[in-house]
């Protein structure tokens, strides 16, 4: 079935640094890539998507890049601070269905 | 308006109790959504409404009973729980991909932390 692996698992940086978290998805027809941020006793916030017809979409201090050939995606944080300390899940979405796929997460620390 | 909220946001049942959660936006999302998060994993899927039918069951037990009265209400009624469905139940909506929304950004509810015992 579908798939979607998620690395690393945790990641501690200092602040100030940048921190990136990888993903490759499994159905090539995925055309949709969602970013989440979970902090602690909330839901899951959405903080950047992006499609299969673009490479690379930035939002200030945030950018994910596609790589539609190796199927892997990435996320990007610059300038790391502390209130970015959460868990971090990538998705994939089912072609033409209401289905994400999601990975296993990453939890980021973001050190004083 | 760009929020789903849940209630209650803690939920403490026996094995033998009857509750329910609620689920409700008001953003004209057509796809609303239920998954189960346990601690320190991703969500998972349970079941998918859009517009106000059930369209995926992720073979969740019968001990779990989605309802969607309306578009921007989502209720799952819980009977007869294991002490293994606690977890953080969360509630999520979308365009669905029929009203234009191809591309599926799925916002979520706070969630339901709910513990059987």
Redesign the interface.
Known sequence: GENVEQHPSTLSVQEGDSAVIKCTYSDSASNYFPWYKQELGKGPQLIIDIRSNVGEKKDQRIAVTLNKTAKHFSLHITETQPEDSAVYFCAARIYNTDKLIFGTGTRLQVFP | DTE?T?TPKHLVMGMTNKKSLKCEQHMGHR?M?WYKQKA????E?MF?Y?YEKL??NESVPSRFSPECPNSSLLNLHLHALQPEDSALY?CAS?Q??RAGG??????????TRLTVL
Do not use: H, M, R, T
């Open positions: 789903v849940q796809a959504y320190k994993k991703p969500p899927l998918v859009s369209s995926i969360l979308s669905d991909l191809i591309y599926n950004e799925q916002f979520f509810g706070p969630g």
